[in-house]
């Protein structure tokens, strides 16, 4: 195969905001592991955070992050993502998003405004919304465009394994594929490699991700020898439908934005005994809050409560929530919706700089799979989708600014599969995949202990000697690929959670409740 300019790993907000900035001056390869609607991010709900009109301010929207993030952001990273917030916001607009009016009938031309809703630990409405699937919205019309730019090549079903660096391991020229249609994996080149892959929330039992979020572009950047960053702080999301066939569906942190109440089935309203901004307290406080009262009650689940909206603001408002609950008999204009926390967002992984860089030449990663510094130890909502527009536009800036286009094709080393045979044995991944997201949820969940997360580190041990024999000695499939990558994940996870001896943000542990006067980064550094 030809040269194919840059590669993007990934068709999320992130890698398809990276390719369309690229594309008018560069080819651009985008890869995804299955259909090019695959990631989180036609999942998102709640919106897109940016500072737009007179009653608010950057300022304040940088130091509601900074206190989400307990200590830990960076907070030139902070300034540096909050001042490109009207930017994200124009350009989405102006490739085609169309967010909700205040007045469906007053457009802006008229005179009319954006609706701006409102999440926890924001202290203003400043969440850009499509009602309550804006990232499905958003997704929808970036890939809309890509399919359409002459410059952009979508491969989909192709899972990327490994990336290919050269000998000394200081520049990344390309990454070995899976084709998912033929079983062969090919070695494709790049002028620049993007890792946008997602975060890493399938480590854990429950979560609210899809099945693509198995932490591939963490740990393939991992094992090519780049630094990752604080991937103890995994986000749990407070509300979940509880409901045994939902599969975790997300009850958007926007009902409370609008009023909606957590309460205990007793009807008791219990957010406030827990924070001054009750429901609306940052989320690691809200989702620790529901995990202890479940706890001390013995009970399932807890309850939103929206029944005192309107059917009218229910329907216009959260569509798409108010449907997936009536599919389960659940009609939220009448009855509490009863929700529980799960696994949501990695705000840790692959350590960058604000242009994506990381610390291999050539190789970028942005989105959930990067560490930029931006949500320290806990991510305010809504700040993702900003954060992926950002450093989609800071490294397709560096690349464009930096990187020749590649003519010449290298010589990549072939993929070797002369060492390995087709398996007859398939229980094994598919028993290591359920052990390890059930001890991950069981003994790095919401609530640590030193004992605890020394027992997930053995039987991580454990599983990842089997993996990796498993993993040398038959040829590869997605699963296979994906257990390998969230074995790793699980262990960067694990060892940051141990090195970390306080509590702070989304890593609470009972061995070291206190919290640290000096706030510091935890960074992995693999041997290279
Ligand atoms: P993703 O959108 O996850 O895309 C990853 C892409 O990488 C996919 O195309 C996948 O197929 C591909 N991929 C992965 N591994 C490989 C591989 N090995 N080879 C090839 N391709 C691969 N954030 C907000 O800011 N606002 C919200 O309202 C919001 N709501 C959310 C609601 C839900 C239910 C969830 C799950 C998340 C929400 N988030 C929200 C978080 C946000 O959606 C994500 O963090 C963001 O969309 C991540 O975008 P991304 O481009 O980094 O990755
Ligand atoms: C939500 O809508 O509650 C999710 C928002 C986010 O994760 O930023």
Request: charge should be negative; hydrophobic fraction near 40%; glycine fraction near 8%.
């Amino acid at each position: 195969m030809g040269d194919l300019g840059a590669l993007v790993i990934g068709s999320g907000a992130a890698g398809l905001t990276a390719a369309l900035l690229l594309a008018d001056t560069r080819p651009v390869t985008i890869l995804s592991k299955v259909d090019a609607k695959s990631g989180a991010t036609p999942w998102a709900q709640g919106g897109i955070a940016a500072v737009s009109h007179e009653r608010d301010t950057p300022e304040d929207h940088v130091s509601d992050t900074l206190a989400a993030g307990a200590g830990l952001c960076h907070e030139h990273v902070v300034r540096h993502t909050v001042m490109q917030g009207a930017w994200a916001i124009d350009q989405l607009i102006e490739w085609g998003v169309q967010f909700d009016l205040r007045d469906s009938s007053r457009d802006v031309e008229d005179g009319g405004e954006y609706h701006l809703t409102r999440e926890g630990g924001h202290s203003a409405r400043r969440v850009f919304h499509v009602a309550d699937s804006t990232g499905a919205a958003i997704a929808s019309t970036l890939m809309q465009r890509a399919h359409h730019h002459p410059n952009i090549h979508v491969l989909e079903n192709r899972v990327a394994i490994d990336l290919i660096v050269d000998k000394d391991r200081s520049t990344c020229v390309g990454v070995y594929v899976l084709n998912r249609a033929s079983g062969l994996v090919e070695a494709l080149e790049g002028s620049a490699v993007i890792l946008a892959s997602g975060g890493a929330s399938k480590v854990y039992l429950y979560t609210s991700n899809p099945d693509t979020a198995t932490g591939d572009g963490i740990a393939m950047a991992w094992r090519a020898g780049c630094a990752v960053a604080n991937m103890e702080f995994n986000q749990f999301h407070p509300t979940c439908l509880y409901h045994p066939h939902a599969k975790s569906f997300l009850i958007s942190e926007a009902m409370r934005g609008e009023g909606g109440i957590l309460r205990l089935p007793s009807g008791e309203a219990f957010m406030g005994r827990f924070h001054d901004a009750a429901d609306l307290a940052p989320r690691d406080v809200v989702a620790r809050a529901i995990d202890h009262e479940m706890k001390r009650l013995g009970i399932d689940c807890v309850y939103l409560d929206v029944t005192h909206f309107s059917r009218e603001l229910l329907t216009r408002r959260f569509p798409n929530i108010a449907a997936r609950c009536a599919e389960f008999g659940i009609d939220i204009a009448q009855a509490p919706i009863p929700v529980v926390p799960a696994a949501h967002y990695s705000c840790g992984g692959v350590r960058t700089d604000l242009q994506g860089r990381t610390s291999i030449a050539g190789l970028y990663a942005i989105g959930e799979t990067a560490a930029t510094g931006l949500h320290g130890a806990n991510r305010l909502a809504s700040n993702s989708l900003l954060e992926c527009m950002v450093f989609a536009r800071g490294a397709a800036t560096h690349i464009l600014a930096s990187t020749p286009e590649r003519s010449k094709v290298t010589d990549l080393p072939a993929w070797d599969e002369s060492r390995v045979i087709d398996t007859d044995e398939k229980i094994v991944v598919s028993h290591n995949w359920d052990e390890l997201r059930r001890f991950m949820w069981d003994y790095v969940g919401i609530v640590r202990t030193t004992p605890r997360l020394t027992r997930a580190l053995h039987r991580i041990d454990l599983l990842r000697r089997e993996i990796h024999e498993f993993y040398s000695s038959y040829r590869v499939d997605a699963d296979l690929i994906e257990l390998r990558n969230l074995v790793d994940v699980a262990e960067l996870i694990v060892r940051s959670a141990l090195r970390r001896e306080e509590s702070r943000g989304l890593h609470y542990t009972l061995s070291y409740p206190q919290t640290s006067e000096t706030a510091e980064d935890t960074l992995l550094l693999p041997n290279r």
